[in-house]
């Protein structure tokens, strides 16, 4: 996955998790984000934390 080759998803960086929801605001599975199990969680993890943090919305 991207991520095991050395790309993180911090939830400061906005872009970056955007790319992980799809337009309604919902994360995206594994099978279409390319992610392994382990980092599927860490992004699922940091967008809670975005969507927590006021930085994306909850819905779209």
Known sequence: CQMCAGKSVDYKDV???TK?????G????RRMTGACAKHQ????????????MALIPFVK
């Open 26 to 29: 919902k994360i995206l599975p």
């Open 41 to 52: 969680r860490h992004i699922a993890e940091q967008i809670k934390r975005a969507r927590f």
């Open 15 to 17: 872009m970056i998790v």
């Open 20 to 24: 992980y929801i799809n337009e309604k």
